[in-house]
Structure formats: C-alpha cells, structure tokens
C-alpha cells in the first residue's frame, strides 16, 4: 500500500509541475508552419530534452547540496516559494518560465530548431520543476522510491511528446481556452504541493532549532 501511495503522489506531481498542455499553446506560436513531420522530430526532441534535464539534476541534486552546504529544509523552503509563483503565474493564465516577447519569439522561430531552447529548457523543465525533482530524489531512500521518480519522468516525457505533436489539434479541436482551464487547475495543484513544500520544511527547521516546541 505504501507502494501504491508513493506512485499515486509522485507520478502526478511530476507532470503537473511540467505543464505540458500550458507548454502546447507556446508550442503551436512557435511551431504553426511546421508539417507533421517536422512537429513530430521537434516534440521528440524536447521530450528528450526534459528527460535528459531532470535525471542531470536527480542524479547531481545531492552533489550540488553537499557543494554549498544547502540543507534540504532550507531548499523545500526555497523550492516551495518558487513553486508557490509559479503556481500563481499558471492560474492567472500565464506560463511561468516563458515571458517570451514579440521580438524574442520571432528571434526563436527564426532559429532551426526551438526543441532544446525554449521548449525543453526553460519552458518545460524550469527551475521548478528542477526544484521539485531534487526535493524528491533526496527524500526518496529505498529502491521502489527511486525507481518510481526515474519511470514518473520518463512517463512525464512521453506525456510531454504526445501533448507537443498533437497540440494543433487539439487547439483546432478544444480551442486554446480548454488548455488554459487545464494549465490553471494545474496550477492550483502547483500552488497546494508548494505550500505542502514550506510547511514541510518550515516545521523540519522549527523542529530542530527548537526541539520539544512544537510538542507542547
């Protein structure tokens, strides 16, 4: 059960904090004179990019703490402040990491491929879903724990690819309104896992700064 538990928490997380379907409507912007084929190679691509971005940081999270001297407390606090602006960024309508101007967006449209920059970094694997990976892979001690991060963010590629190459339809489809209610539910499960993130680290500091407190 604890099994199960795990999954049905981490799994979901992950691909809510990517916002693929908030990442589709900037997709179809930079993307509306692509054929089928060339949408197909540039969604693979950013999918791998993703994949590729969060395991660098899943793998290196613990590294990069022991370097500066960063507690895990203190980044759940940081991370959940983040995820909390994010959060609020996506229910307002806006996608948090891609405040792309008229004249930025024709620069990456221009360009030969938009699949590694601005898709895949900082679009969909940002700072706060970097943040969220780390934050997961140092609370994740046993072998199912692990295995199930590494398989949700595979998961969350796959997500990420199918979402990409069929965005034009689905915009032609729903309409982009139905993305934006989904990106704005999304992002009030963002805001609740951010909360979570500086009440849990909150309380860890408290606890061990001053221990008995929250006892009495």
Do not use: C, W
Request: overall charge positive.
């Amino acid at each position: 059960m604890d099994v199960l538990k795990y999954v049905l928490e981490i799994f979901p997380a992950v691909i809510v904090i990517l916002n693929p379907f908030g990442a589709a409507l900037i997709f179809v912007s930079l993307t509306q004179d692509d054929d089928r084929k060339e949408l197909s190679k540039k969604s693979r691509r950013t999918a791998l990019t993703v994949i590729i971005t969060l395991f660098v940081f899943m793998f290196l999270g613990q590294l990069i703490f022991d370097l500066y001297r960063i507690t895990l407390d203190a980044f759940r606090i940081a991370g959940g402040i983040l995820l909390f602006g994010m959060g609020m960024s996506m229910i307002r309508g806006k996608h948090p990491q891609s405040q792309i101007t008229d004249k930025e967006r024709a620069e990456v449209v221009d360009q030969e491929d938009i699949s590694i920059i601005p898709m895949g970094i900082p679009v969909l694997s940002g700072p706060g879903s970097i943040a969220t990976i780390m934050v997961y892979r140092s609370e994740a001690h046993m072998n199912f724990q692990i295995v199930t991060l590494i398989l949700s963010i595979l998961s969350a590629g796959i997500i990420v690819f199918y979402t990409l190459k069929y965005s034009h339809i689905m915009v032609k489809r729903f309409g982009k309104t139905a993305l934006r209610i989904i990106s704005r539910i999304m992002g009030l499960l963002v805001v609740t896992m951010a909360v979570q993130f500086i009440i849990s680290g909150t309380t860890a500091v408290m606890t061990k700064s001053f221990p008995g407190l929250l006892l009495k």
